[in-house]
């Protein structure tokens, strides 16, 4: 029993690892395409999803940190309300659910997440997150069953 516990563990921890790679994320905004500003994008939506490495960093922004996670936005003005989706660019010292805009409309809501394609949702729940609990829910299972 231990052993598979342990296979388990070892599987989970493999899953939490994300490598080198660049994170993908949902990139659209709902002016120009109606299913951004839907609560959740499923496949069938055709939203823009890309490669975070490969998009340009925003020019008036400094201190740029690597993109490791993705953000829903939700701005309005005199126009009305805006929902956009995109690769979340953060500087140095920036506090989680922070976003940076370079207009004028407010920020209403932002939600950030750490994962591919994690902002397909309205509260961003990072795929991470789960993965890290299941590995503490199997490490604590694993140590009971060692008590015994």
């Known amino acids: 029993m231990f052993k598979q516990i342990c296979a388990l563990l070892l599987i989970a921890l493999c899953l939490m690892h994300q490598g080198a790679d660049a ?14 500003a839907l609560d959740k994008i499923d496949a069938t939506s055709n939203v823009r999803q890309v490669d975070c490495e490969s998009v ?3 020019a008036t922004m400094e201190q740029l940190q690597p993109v ?3 953000n829903k936005v939700v701005t309005s003005d005199a126009a009305g309300v805006i929902v956009s989706r995109d690769c979340h660019f953060e500087t140095i010292g920036q506090k989680d659910n922070v976003c940076t805009v370079s207009h004028s409309r407010q ?9 591919d394609l994690c902002n397909a ?4 729940t990072s795929y991470l997150a789960w993965s890290a609990a299941a590995t503490v829910l199997l490490a604590m299972m694993g140590w009971q069953q060692i008590a015994y």
């Open 68 to 70: 490791t996670r993705c």
């Open 56 to 58: 340009p960093k925003p």
């Open 23 to 36: 994170i993908k994320c949902y990139q659209c905004k709902s002016l120009t395409d109606r299913n951004c």
């Open 121 to 124: 949702s309205g509260a961003a």
């Open 107 to 115: 920020v209403d809501k932002c939600f950030t997440c750490k994962g």
